[in-house]
């Protein structure tokens, strides 16, 4: 049976993982929601204004009062700035799993955040929502996504060949999932 009690903090050794606010809106712009290159890694818009970070930090912000909502602003411990997001954007309650989407701005990849970030999710899920599976997805042209999935200990399930049309080309999306078994035993 899942526990649902909506997004908590979470901390690790270089994050702090909590609720949105709506003074994360300058770091947001400045590092992620603005970048169209990550954002179209994770199938989103670009945000390029103040009001337009707004209205997306009005649907976060407005969702937490449902204790089945799972996103976190991803908060440098150092600058004390949000850096990017994690989420479970996808909750099975019937079926007890969840997917995470994460993504992390240009000037922070490959330091271990991301993994760092979706570890910490993971944990959370397993432990503390009684989640039996999770999942992830990648496109097959973002391999450092596909690094960060498998640090993380998820096992390759399959890809959806040219699920994505993008840039004027089709895209698989590649499928991977943890279950708490495995969870356990890797600890």
């Known amino acids: 049976m899942l526990t649902h009690m909506g997004t908590q903090v979470i901390e690790t050794e270089r994050l702090i993982m909590r609720r949105f606010k709506y003074s994360d809106d300058d770091a947001m712009l400045k590092y992620w929601v603005a970048d169209e290159k990550i954002q179209s890694l994770y199938s989103e818009p670009t945000y390029n204004t103040k009001d337009e970070v707004r209205g997306l930090l009005d649907k976060y912000i407005s969702s937490y009062e449902n ?4 996103r976190w602003a991803i908060i440098d411990k150092v600058t004390k700035e949000c850096i990017g997001q994690i989420a479970y954007f996808l909750v099975d309650s019937k079926n007890h799993f969840a997917e995470i989407e994460y993504c992390i701005g240009s000037a922070f990849q490959c330091k271990g ?6 570890k910490a999710v993971i944990k959370y899920g397993f432990e503390r929502m009684n989640l039996h599976k999770v999942q992830i997805c990648t496109k097959t042209i973002n391999k450092p996504s596909q690094r960060v999935i498998e640090k993380c200990g998820f096992l390759y399930e399959g890809t959806l060949r040219d699920y994505f049309f993008m840039d004027n080309q089709y895209v698989g999306r590649m499928y991977y999932s943890l279950l708490r078994s495995e969870f356990k035993n890797n600890r």
Do not use: I
């Open 67 to 70: 204790s089945d909502y799972y």
């Open 113 to 118: 955040l991301a993994t760092e970030a979706t």
